[in-house]
Each structure stands twice: as C-alpha cells, then as structure tokens.
C-alpha cells in the first residue's frame, strides 16, 4: 500500500475515533463501539500481527466495560439511595425506549423521571424520591467520566499499536 493511502487510512481511523470519544457525550451515541470499530478497522487494513492481537484484545475488553459502565453506575448509585429495582429497571427501560423515539436527548429526560414517579409511588415521599434521582443522576456523570476515560485509554492504545508498527 503506498504511503500516502496508509497515511490517510490511518488520519481517517484516528478521526472516526475522535468523533467516537466526543459522541459519548451523548449518551445514546455509542462512541465507544465507533472507537472499537475503527480498531478493527486498522487491524482489518494493516494487519494485527501479535502485538495487534493482544492491544486490540484489550481495546475489545475496555470497550466492553465502557458499554457496561452506564448501566453499573446509575443503579448502583440509585440503588445506594433506597431505589427498588423494580424502579431502576423500569427507569432503564424507559430511557432507552424514549431514546429511540426522541433522540438523541428523550432518554435522558425520561430515565429519571420515570424513576422518580416510581419511586415516589412507592414511597410517597417527595424528597426521597428526589434523593434517589439524584443518585441516579450522579451515577450517570461518574459513568460519563469513566467513558470518556476508557475511550481516551483505547485511542492511546491504538497509537502505541500505530507507532509501532504491524508485528
């Protein structure tokens, strides 16, 4: 393959990263799949060689974690406030149907307010219901951090693959 085209395979696979880790701002968008994808993609055009295999297999590990860690966090963090499961369960629900139905922010409207409305049924105390939302709230910042930074962690191991070179 001539530099050039190598080159430019290789600044368009760091821009598709790119906009994978700033698509975890959304919280629907899966950026940390797109940052994945663009992995696999370079392996798929350069080859993965050994040292390929083992970073890629670690990019696939984090990438799974970063995929898990919304759903880890904000329930754990509601949970830890008094939130039933049941109420976590439906909040989930209710913010990925609505995400899909007004996207790209629904869900993020709709989540806590269903587990507020289930929690206040529940408990029937107001400030309760807020303190548990909030939990959730806060668990979904953590979890947004903790995204970003795994996202961060896969781009950089993705370079030192780049630098050095197919194995």
Do not use: C
């Amino acid at each position: 393959m001539p530099d050039w085209l190598v080159a430019s395979s290789n600044v368009l696979l760091f821009t598709i990263m790119l906009v994978g880790l700033f698509g975890l701002i959304v919280p629907i968008f899966p950026g940390g799949v797109v940052i994945w994808l663009a992995a696999l993609g370079y392996g798929l055009l350069h080859g993965f060689g050994t040292t390929g295999t083992i970073i890629f297999s670690i990019i696939t590990i984090l990438m799974i974690a970063s995929a898990l860690a919304d759903n880890w966090f904000m329930g754990t963090r509601a949970r830890r406030e008094g939130a039933a499961w049941s109420s976590i369960i439906v909040a989930l629900l209710a913010g990925a149907v609505v995400t899909f139905l007004v996207p790209p922010f629904g869900g993020l409207v709709a989540a806590p307010i269903a587990l507020y409305l289930m929690e206040y049924m529940r408990l029937r105390d107001s400030k309760q219901a807020i303190r548990i939302t909030r939990g959730l709230l806060l668990g979904w910042g953590w979890a947004f951090f903790v995204r970003f930074g795994l996202g961060v962690l896969k781009i950089g191991l993705w370079v030192i693959w780049l630098r050095g070179g197919v194995s």
